[in-house]
């Protein structure tokens, strides 16, 4: 049955969506659970591996998931070619990443993270394993295994970490976790989809050709988003890198949870329709405002419980983190307004283009930290936020002069639901301020912050819609799904 692209896009978002709250679901009982029976130090630890088995699978990063994806129906030779490239990139990887502990050992400053990345360097390895069948399937929009295939590793890797937490009381609960998910991702992924593949190099050539700019920009575009903790690891001890760590998770949590499995099928769509530059051009509006009406409120919504949050969910030894997740919450913003434009350019193969803007920003939160070294994590944190807001202006700009959107177009895209959360933020601010209890405080601040948004959104976007009418578009399909669902 053949299935439409707007079709497609909300069967993505819909099982993402699936995913990443059964995930979340598991990972906050998870995370909690380990707050309490592990140390922010252990924490540390656990993210200073994370960030170097990330940063060296973003080396070995060839783009198979995007090649599959934006190219034609491809012949079973070239599924395992290009299968065969992101194994091979990949087990290098894990060959250097397992050379390089001691090194990174001593970066740190921490003896024990030697054994540590000895034993994470199977990751990329596995990674490396993983079924390009997947890709196939998310291709043609068969998203529902795909995700399965996520849902059962992170519960593995959840429970294994709770296991080995309550019997060891250390890092390594969280390291064999990591380790548990990427196992069983991969074995299921062949469970799903049993397709075979072979080893083979006949299509590398015009592979790499394709893969060369996004291996580039993977690089780039991993050290600009996650330099600050490869920084901070030679900066601050263990403790500090768990605080900023676990205070990035949280703040970001809407983003992750929300943004990122909405976005998942827009590279799939936007790729069919790039060649129709009047839909190409609506597709992209229409994805921003979901973007914009869903995050921004978000990162104040955070801002504005930051601190009965930490209080009463993450408990007295995080209690630090409340200033980190308050100036690190905006960031999900930039971010939201990265993703749209990282995957606009990349189909117009414009990499070159993400690539410098990465590398202009990446070496401005270098010099930052590097200057500021001894100012401590939260003015560390807080030049973090000034870059990303500087880096928001660019993302900006390119959207107007690359990308040709319309001012008018950018300035209506932000303004319904940026004045809607600012007011939002002032008022449940003051109203969580007549409350002592920080349970309490989140229990009046989460209902009255959506109430406020919602009516305040609802009614900018009826103003202005004959100016933009996305923002009332979104309105009237939520309300739409609303009435059907109270009509059954």
């Given at each position: 049955?053949?299935?439409?692209?707007?079709?497609?896009?909300?069967?993505?978002?819909?099982?993402?969506?699936?995913?990443?709250?059964?995930?979340?679901?598991?990972?906050?009982?998870?995370?909690?659970?380990?707050?309490?029976?592990?140390?922010?130090?252990?924490?540390?630890?656990?993210?200073?591996?994370?960030?170097?088995?990330?940063?060296?699978?973003a080396f070995s990063h060839v783009g198979v998931a995007h090649f599959?994806?934006?190219?034609?129906?491809?012949?079973?030779?070239?599924?395992?070619?290009?299968?065969?490239?992101?194994?091979?990139?990949?087990?290098?990887?894990?060959?250097?990443?397992?050379?390089?502990?001691?090194?990174?050992?001593?970066?740190?400053?921490?003896?024990?993270?030697?054994?540590?990345?000895?034993?994470?360097?199977?990751?990329?390895?596995?990674?490396?394993?993983?079924?390009?069948?997947?890709?196939?399937?998310?291709?043609?929009?068969?998203?529902?295994?795909?995700?399965?295939?996520?849902?059962?590793?992170?519960?593995?890797?959840?429970?294994?970490?709770?296991?080995?937490?309550?019997?060891?009381?250390?890092?390594?609960?969280?390291?064999?976790?990591?380790?548990?998910?990427?196992?069983?991702?991969?074995?299921?992924?062949?469970?799903?989809?049993?397709?075979?593949p072979r080893l083979s190099c006949r299509h590398w050539g015009a592979?790499?050709?394709?893969?060369?700019?996004?291996?580039?920009?993977?690089?780039?575009?991993?050290?600009?988003?996650?330099?600050?903790?490869?920084?901070?690891?030679?900066?601050?001890?263990?403790?500090?890198?768990?605080?900023?760590?676990?205070?990035?998770?949280?703040?970001?949590?809407?983003?992750?949870?929300?943004?990122?499995?909405?976005?998942?099928?827009?590279?799939?769509?936007?790729?069919?329709?790039?060649?129709?530059?009047?839909?190409?051009?609506?597709?992209?509006?229409?994805?921003?405002?979901?973007?914009?009406?869903?995050?921004?409120?978000?990162?104040?919504?955070?801002?504005?419980?930051?601190?009965?949050?930490?209080?009463?969910?993450?408990?007295?030894?995080?209690?630090?983190?409340?200033?980190?997740?308050?100036?690190?919450?905006?960031?999900?913003?930039?971010?939201?307004?990265?993703?749209?434009?990282?995957?606009?350019?990349?189909?117009?193969?414009?990499?070159?283009?993400?690539?410098?803007?990465?590398?202009?920003?990446?070496?401005?939160?270098?010099?930052?930290?590097?200057?500021?070294?001894?100012?401590?994590?939260?003015?560390?944190?807080?030049?973090?936020?000034?870059?990303?807001?500087?880096?928001?202006?660019?993302?900006?700009?390119?959207?107007?002069?690359?990308?040709?959107?319309?001012?008018?177009?950018?300035?209506?895209?932000?303004?319904?639901?940026?004045?809607?959360?600012?007011?939002?933020?002032?008022?449940?601010?003051?109203?969580?301020?007549?409350?002592?209890?920080?349970?309490?405080?989140?229990?009046?601040?989460?209902?009255?912050?959506?109430?406020?948004?919602?009516?305040?959104?609802?009614?900018?976007?009826?103003?202005?819609?004959?100016?933009?009418?996305?923002?009332?578009?979104?309105?009237?399909?939520?309300?739409?799904?609303?009435?059907?669902?109270?009509?059954?």
């Open positions: 049955m053949h299935v439409t692209d707007n079709e497609g896009l909300f069967h993505s978002a819909k099982w993402a969506l699936i995913a990443n709250w059964y995930g979340r679901l598991i990972g906050i009982v998870n995370t909690l659970v380990l707050l309490k029976l592990l140390t922010p130090a252990d924490f540390g630890v656990a993210a200073l591996s994370t960030f170097f088995v990330s940063m060296f699978v599959v994806i934006s190219s034609d129906d491809m012949s079973e030779g070239e599924l395992d070619s290009i299968w065969t490239l992101g194994l091979v990139t990949k087990t290098l990887t894990a060959l250097c990443l397992y050379l390089s502990a001691g090194w990174i050992a001593d970066y740190v400053n921490n003896a024990e993270m030697s054994e540590v990345i000895q034993i994470v360097a199977i990751i990329p390895f596995l990674s490396g394993l993983r079924n390009v069948a997947l890709d196939t399937a998310e291709k043609h929009y068969k998203f529902k295994f795909v995700i399965a295939t996520t849902m059962v590793a992170r519960t593995a890797g959840a429970l294994i970490s709770i296991i080995l937490a309550i019997y060891l009381q250390s890092y390594w609960a969280l390291i064999i976790g990591v380790i548990t998910s990427a196992t069983v991702e991969t074995l299921v992924g062949y469970v799903f989809f049993p397709r075979r592979q790499w050709g394709f893969s060369k700019w996004l291996y580039i920009g993977s690089v780039v575009g991993y050290l600009r988003s996650r330099v600050d903790v490869l920084l901070l690891g030679n900066i601050s001890d263990a403790r500090g890198v768990g605080l900023y760590s676990i205070s990035t998770e949280f703040s970001w949590l809407p983003f992750n949870e929300l943004i990122v499995p909405i976005n998942r099928g827009f590279f799939s769509v936007a790729s069919r329709i790039k060649n129709d530059s009047v839909e190409f051009y609506q597709r992209l509006i229409q994805q921003l405002t979901l973007n914009m009406l869903i995050v921004i409120p978000c990162a104040f919504g955070m801002m504005a419980i930051a601190d009965p949050f930490t209080d009463s969910i993450l408990g007295e030894d995080w209690i630090d983190a409340s200033s980190l997740i308050y100036t690190l919450s905006p960031l999900m913003i930039v971010m939201s307004v990265y993703g749209v434009l990282n995957t606009v350019l990349t189909i117009k193969k414009r990499m070159k283009l993400i690539i410098f803007s990465d590398l202009l920003f990446l070496s401005c939160i270098v010099f930052y930290f590097i200057s500021y070294q001894s100012s401590g994590i939260y003015i560390l944190a807080q030049g973090r936020l000034w870059i990303g807001l500087l880096f928001l202006l660019w993302l900006v700009l390119l959207y107007i002069i690359v990308v040709k959107l319309r001012i008018s177009d950018v300035v209506l895209l932000f303004i319904p639901p940026m004045v809607s959360s600012l007011m939002m933020y002032a008022f449940v601010s003051w109203m969580i301020s007549f409350f002592n209890s920080s349970a309490m405080q989140l229990a009046v601040a989460i209902p009255s912050g959506i109430i406020i948004y919602s009516s305040l959104y609802l009614f900018l976007s009826y103003q202005c819609r004959t100016l933009y009418p996305y923002h009332w578009k979104c309105c009237e399909y939520v309300l739409s799904k609303m009435r059907r669902y109270h009509a059954y």
